[in-house]
């Protein structure tokens, strides 16, 4: 009996946590369930922005031609983003590259860096899936994509920020990740081509930074994103992290930095599952206010989304259906046939005043 007994404690445990992760979905195989990476390492080509072959003076979805041998679909892999500035010990990256990004002089791309949950796996499958339907419908354009890492351990949540008893996590993504897509990929540098994308925790994380960082980031994805980071133990973060100091812990929360920065250039979308009780009025407030600071917002439901796969998937795509025209990916909904006409002796484009792109 004790035997049995103890056998069936190990059963019931394991089939509770697979039943737990079928409902939530995040995990498609048993390696990613305990944090192992079941995707292989992916070779980046040294970019060299000189060769595209993409006109500067257009819109990329406008100007771009594909070739004939461009993939059909993207690729994904991962690579280890040194640490170099932040010390933080983090798991490899994800990289999505989509079929635009495998040709030869091929053009450079907006950039994504997106934070899963926690617990949860830095797996670029989820956003393939997702990209890759949107760059068959887009001539093979997408953002390329880094997947960071933004706790270390999946078990502890290190509230992206910096402390002594979890490393810096910020700083790893503001600079060492940053700094390495800079120097590794081929894409566009400016602040409305970058996107800072999470979801559940990472959507807390993606809000902070982007509220703290409108220079470097010009959009926000949130996916049913905590309030702040840490808010699921903000006891815990606030004795454990900021040395029970509420004061630093309330500046460094999105609510504080958005009512005190100016954001004449930004985006955001907010989506969260239409039933998911306890994220959907968290959500609607942080949309609410990042609309009040002056953010382009867009606040999305998941139809039954809950908290889990659905959510992901539905926020991802709502949330490219935004921002592929404002990443010149696709045809913005305003455009105006372009008339060429002559403006100091150079041929430009008329559009619409509205059209962000022109």
Avoid at 289 to 306: D, K, L, M, R
Avoid at 331 to 347: D, E, F, K, L
Avoid at 349 to 354: F, G, K
Wanted: overall charge positive.
């Amino acid at each position: 009996r004790k035997v049995v007994a103890a056998l069936g404690i190990v059963s019931f445990a394991l089939a509770g946590t697979l039943g737990i992760n079928a409902y939530f979905g995040l995990n498609p195989t048993i390696g990613s369930l305990v944090g192992v990476s079941t995707v292989k390492p992916i070779a980046i080509a040294k970019h060299q922005p000189t060769q595209s072959s993409v006109p500067v003076n257009k819109p990329l979805w406008l100007a771009w031609n594909p070739p004939a041998n461009m993939p059909p679909v993207g690729q994904v892999g991962t690579q280890v983003i040194p640490n170099a500035i932040s010390g933080f010990h983090s798991r490899t990256a994800g990289i999505y590259l989509p079929p635009a990004a495998l040709v030869k002089n091929a053009p450079a791309l907006p950039l994504v860096i997106l934070m899963m949950g926690q617990p949860g796996n830095p797996d670029p499958q989820f956003i393939q899936h997702v990209l890759d339907g949107d760059a068959a419908a887009n001539r093979g354009l997408a953002p390329i994509v880094i997947v960071a890492d933004q706790l270390g351990n999946p078990a502890v949540d290190p509230a992206c920020a910096d402390s002594a008893k979890y490393g810096n996590a910020q700083t790893f993504i503001v600079q060492d990740v940053v700094n390495w897509a800079r120097a590794n990929l081929n894409i566009l540098q400016t602040p409305r081509s970058w996107t800072i994308a999470g979801y559940s925790n990472g959507g807390a994380c993606a809000l902070t930074l982007a509220a703290k960082y409108p220079t470097i980031w010009g959009n926000v994805l949130d996916i049913s994103g905590e309030a702040f980071p840490g808010a699921d133990h903000a006891a815990r973060a606030l004795a454990e992290i900021y040395g029970g100091n509420q004061a630093a812990y309330d500046a460094s929360k999105p609510a504080t930095i958005l009512a005190r920065t100016t954001y004449p250039n930004s985006v955001g979308i907010f989506t969260v599952g239409s039933n998911d009780t306890f994220y959907r009025p968290i959500v609607k407030s942080s949309y609410a206010q990042a609309t009040a600071a002056g953010i382009v917002s867009t606040y999305y439901e998941v139809p039954n989304g809950g908290h889990v796969l659905t959510a992901l998937m539905g926020g991802l795509q709502e949330g490219f259906n935004v921002l592929y025209p404002r990443l010149d990916l696709s045809r913005p909904a305003t455009w105006a046939n372009p008339i060429t006409t002559r403006m100091g002796g150079r041929p430009s484009l008329l559009c619409l005043p509205a059209v962000r792109s022109c």
